[in-house]
């Protein structure tokens, strides 16, 4: 940033190029990171590498409850919040994997403003599409469109 007189502020401007592939990146990181896995910021990442997709069930979009062992502790048995949650979806709604995404995006890419996220299962439920729209910060509002495919088998 440098000043001018008569105080005209001007900020560097990044390609809008540049731009996409650095957010693209950034994606591709959060994305393919578990929870867990910085040790600065527990709470970066994504959970849905932490389930057995043997137990998960495509006509109900959801994990089979009874099958997964359910976590011990001092208390009892404590069920685990996150298997309610669907896989496929949008992030319109909030008990999907695509809602907790689009919240981890809006913590931890600023660049990007009005996210929506949507998963889709393809090749008979081998991979999964995450596709991230929303609008680059980066003076002009350009929309940005991001795709990527999980192999999840």
Known sequence: MYVKRPIIMKY??????AL??????????LITSGKDSFKADADFGFALED????????????FHGD???QKKDIIGTIEDPMQKYRIKGSSVNTETFAGH???SIEQYEHRLKNVEVAMDFLARGTVLLV???????DGYDSPYTYYNKIQIW
């Open 12 to 17: 560097p401007t990044v390609a809008k190029d």
């Open 20 to 29: 996409k592939k650095s957010i693209d990146a950034f994606l591709d990181l």
């Open 51 to 62: 389930f057995r997709f043997e137990i998960y069930s495509p006509e109900t979009g959801m």
């Open 67 to 69: 099958v997964r062992k």
């Open 101 to 103: 995404l689009k919240n």
């Open 131 to 137: 596709s991230v729209n929303g609008i680059m910060d």
